[in-house]
């Protein structure tokens, strides 16, 4: 049953050192203000899953908060690498971390089998693909009725997911429109979720009755931070702030920079500066 | 009518790859070079084409173009949004998906695509993004053009890594491995046209933009390059090639505040 908290409670009740978090959102509702609370309470060893790591995943590797990161595609979207990120794995700044590579097809595969209560996902893929002869998580099985050979991969079970979304309603129901990636299937793959969201509302008894709702009994902990999404964009509320992403291209390029910027942006912020981010956009 | 100074290399390069497309093809459009062609196609001569973007956004028509696969415009001009794990299920895996558009960072002579790392993967010289949605549109579309700017660091003699198989080292390796698709057959870039030979599958220079010589596209090739018992010249670009592209860029300049879009 969701429960509605301050960001500070929804992390420190739902993510502990160790986890696995899954924070979702393909280029839209990213959920930064989630991600800059983590950073704030400093939860170490986490291993982190993400189709595209991008600017949140880059600030928390550099912030050593990651052991371990799942991902299939780790740029800055629209500009280019990801310089903290690189710099972890080219030379174990702040620290080594390890990294499990997939294709965006295995990583939608396995949100999908996490939410179906499945222990793999199977489709057709990987194939002459050299990123199956350096992860060992990708196999392949035959299927039984046909002999074609198929990939193989495990499903996610993340421990906690996290994302950003348009509205709850008080009882706690979420709504995620526009472009909706694998919200639904991370949280539903995932044992706790937290859910940021621009703005919660009475009720959603005027809306659409195929829009994609996550019912209030999936959800653990629901908090109210507009803006949240910031550099991101919430699809009816703001704008993806393209100059924020061309920044951080030069921010990230300086492990000096890098922390100052950190500091002064998310170790002595709090939630309240999204709403001030995304005026105008 | 156009000549070669009014143009630059790199615009040949986004209509000529604009050409190869259609009003009948359903093109899933990676990030890059090819989403400019495949809205300039769209834009000019096949004004029915579906551009699929991999965030989930189907038959979609931005005005501008994305910064990201994933822009607020490809989903406000779609016909439908659908989720990731639906995009990648149904509609790629499916086979509803006659062109897949690539861009590449490396990329060898029999088409196979590095995107993942320079030098070894464990131990890597230059971490790239990786390959996304490529390693399964580069096999489950019906087949995949790709286009890039040519220099020798990015088509070489041997890619460091497999992120998405071409054609393999040639021949029917595609075939062995099992995948019915056609895979690559047309390589766009800023000095030419290539078509994979019929038996080998080495990519092998068609059509040469107007100005190119085969110096020209030796020289910024890393492998020994063949070209076609008959080169044709690509025609230059239409007026209206031009005039499509240089505004939808101009319009892309004004929306993103000055940078270029995908």
Redesign the interface.
């Known amino acids: 049953m969701a429960k509605f908290q301050s960001l500070k409670e929804a992390v420190a009740e739902n993510i502990r050192d160790g986890d696995t978090v899954a924070f979702e959102g ?3 509702l990213i959920p930064h203000a989630a991600a800059h609370e983590v950073i704030r309470q400093g939860i170490k060893d986490l291993t982190l899953i993400r ?2 790591p991008d600017i949140i995943y880059d600030q928390m590797i550099g912030m050593g908060l990651a052991k371990k990161v799942v ?5 800055n ?2 500009v280019g ?2 310089r903290r ?2 710099d972890a ?2 030379n174990n700044w702040p620290r080594a971390i390890e990294t499990e ?1 997939h ?3 295995a990583m ?2 396995a ?2 089998a996490g939410a179906a209560g499945l222990p793999c996902a199977i ?9 199956k002869e ?1 992860n060992p998580n990708i196999k392949s099985i035959l299927c039984p009725f046909t002999g ?2 198929l990939a193989a991969v495990p499903a996610h079970r993340p421990d906690v997911a996290v994302i950003h979304a348009q509205k709850a309603s008080r009882r706690g129901d979420v709504l995620i429109e ?5 919200q ?2 991370v949280v539903l793959a995932s044992r706790r979720s937290v859910v940021t969201v621009e703005e919660i509302v009475e009720d959603f008894d005027d809306l659409h009755p195929n829009l ?1 709702i996550l019912p209030h009994w999936t959800v653990t902990s629901i908090v109210e931070v507009p803006g949240g999404a910031h550099p991101s ?1 919430t ?1 009816g509320y703001y ?2 702030d ?2 924020a ?2 920044e951080w291209d030069r921010i990230s390029a300086d492990r000096d920079l890098f922390m100052a910027w950190m500091r002064e942006n998310v170790l002595d912020a709090g939630p309240e500066v999204f709403a001030h981010r995304v005026k105008g956009l | 009518m156009t000549n070669r100074s009014d143009f630059t290399a790199n615009e040949m390069m986004t209509i000529a790859a604009a050409r190869a497309l259609s009003n009948d093809d359903v093109c899933f459009v990676g990030i890059g070079a090819p989403s400019a062609a495949c809205n300039v196609a769209r834009l000019t001569h096949a004004p029915d084409i579906t551009l699929i973007y991999e965030s989930g956004t189907i038959g979609t028509a931005p005005n501008v173009l994305p910064l990201s696969i994933g822009d607020g415009e490809l989903c406000e001009t779609a016909v439908t949004t659908v989720s990731v794990p639906e995009m990648f299920r149904y509609w790629l895996q499916g086979g509803r998906i006659s062109i897949g558009f690539l861009g590449a960072a490396q990329i060898d002579r029999f088409g196979n695509i590095n995107t993942t790392v320079i030098g070894d993967y464990r131990k890597p010289k230059v971490r790239l993004p990786g390959g996304g949605g490529a390693p399964e549109i580069a096999t489950s579309c019906q087949e995949v053009f790709i286009t890039m700017k040519q220099a020798t660091r990015s088509m070489v003699e041997t890619i460091d890594f497999y992120t998405s198989f071409g054609h393999g080292t040639g021949g029917d390796h595609r075939r062995r491995l099992g995948i019915t698709t056609k895979g690559p057959t047309l390589l766009i870039t800023d000095l030419a046209v290539w078509r994979p030979d019929p038996e080998t599958k080495e990519f092998t220079v068609v059509s040469m933009h107007p100005g190119v010589d085969r110096n020209m596209i030796q020289e910024t090739c890393g492998w020994t390059v063949r070209f076609s018992e008959s080169v044709e010249e690509t025609p230059p670009p239409s007026d209206l090639e031009l005039t499509t592209l240089r505004e939808l860029q101009a319009r892309t300049e004004r929306a993103h505040g000055g940078k270029k879009g995908n």
Do not use: Q, W
């Not at chain 1, 991902?71 to 740029?75: D, K, T, V």
């Open positions: 393909f280029t839209h189709m595209t991902f299939s595609y780790a740029g979207p629209g690498l990801l990120m690189r794995i080219e590579e294709s965006h097809a939608a595969n949100y999908e489709f057709r893929g990987y194939r002459g693909a050299g990123l350096v074609e050979e526009g472009i909706v990636g694998v639904k299937e994609c964009y699809h704008d993806r393209n100059a992403y061309l």
